[in-house]
T-cell receptor
């Protein structure tokens, strides 16, 4: 079955510390992968995506993610978080065909300590 | 600016009422989606449409209905058959060619009073 797992429901880090949010997926076809961010009461904004090529992808707001096929993972990282990064983060997976739908994980809420 | 407009931002429904949530886009995207978001449950797909005059049920379509008469518009009706409609509703669009993620609207929060 196709699925996306974000094992951490909540994560708390101190401002200026590094961040890694975990994402594991199960998908039969060659996947393409996304990370989205959502501020309270808002829609989701695309941070970055991976389809092929370099397994380390750069996104907006200083985020990056690394695709590891052998581990079925696509973890999101940031070297130094800012208070404005506090939000909910969603990993998502899809496939390149007309009828595909993107499957979302349940999200990880990031809290930042001052 | 191109984007997705969801209206209203807040909506209150009485028991037994039908309400319609609006989603309009000027991105010229073919595919449109409706998701429901509840705390701790992520996004659940209600309905989606890949082309005008065609749409498919998602994972939780019961108690909802949609139409796609125009490419730009994909309204969602929450009917009285939906027993627990209080949630945050998100509309999204995507081109049907190429590797693109979804573009999301800013959402409508529906509350039953």
């Amino acid at each position: 079955a196709q699925s996306v797992t974000q094992p951490d429901i909540h994560i708390t880090v101190s401002e200026g510390a590094s961040l890694e949010l975990r994402c594991n997926y199960s998908y039969g076809a060659t996947p393409y992968l996304f990370w989205y961010v959502q501020s309270p009461g808002q829609g989701l904004q695309l941070l970055l995506k991976y389809f092929s090529g370099d397994t380390l992808v750069q996104g907006i707001k200083g985020f990056e993610a690394e695709f590891k096929r052998s581990q079925s993972s696509f973890n999101l990282r940031k070297p130094s978080v800012h208070w404005s990064d506090a939000a909910e983060y969603f990993c998502a997976v899809g496939a390149l065909n007309r009828d595909d739908k993107i499957i979302f994980g349940k999200g990880t809420r990031l809290h930042i300590l001052p | 600016d191109g984007g997705i407009t969801q209206s209203p931002k807040y909506l209150f429904r009485k028991e037994g009422q039908n309400v319609t949530l609006s989603c309009e886009q000027n991105l010229n995207h073919d595919a449109m989606y409706w998701y429901r978001q509840d705390p701790g449950q992520g996004l659940r797909l209600i309905y989606y449409s890949q082309i005008v005059n065609d749409f498919q049920k998602g994972d939780i379509a019961e108690g909802y209905s949609v139409s796609r008469e125009k490419k730009e518009s994909f309204p969602l009706t929450v009917t009285s058959a939906q027993k627990n409609p209080t949630a945050f509703y998100l509309c999204a669009t995507r081109p049907t060619r190429g590797v693109y993620g979804y573009t999301f609207g800013s959402g409508t929060r529906l509350t039953v009073v």
